[in-house]
């Protein structure tokens, strides 16, 4: 299992440490939600809290979720489905 990040003590102050944070937290969000299984905010920060600071999961959670890499239904967050190619 790889070293636990540093949870950080502040906010981000720039642009670009928002940036770098949610960088940080994005490759164990999307492994968390790879099994498919719909996951609310609060379980998906639990499950990230002993690598990332609450915030910075949930702050990739919403840079995610607009972005349309992650679906959110119903309050739970999911991989968006690969839409079926359409029949000719």
């Known amino acids: 299992m790889p070293?636990?990040?540093?949870?950080?003590?502040r906010?981000?102050?720039?642009?670009?440490d928002l940036n770098a944070a949610i960088e940080r937290v994005t490759p164990d969000l999307l492994r968390l939600l790879e099994d498919g299984v719909p996951r609310s905010r609060a379980a998906i920060v639990a499950a990230l809290?002993?690598?990332?600071?609450?915030?910075?999961v949930k702050r990739a959670l919403m840079r995610l979720a607009v972005t349309d890499r992650l679906a959110e239904?119903?309050?739970?967050?999911t991989l968006p489905q690969a839409e079926a190619p359409e029949a000719g």
């Open 3 to 9: 070293a636990a990040m540093p949870k950080p003590t």
């Open 49 to 56: 809290a002993d690598r990332h600071g609450k915030d910075e």
């Open 73 to 77: 239904h119903g309050g739970k967050f």
């Open 11 to 16: 906010p981000p102050s720039s642009s670009a």
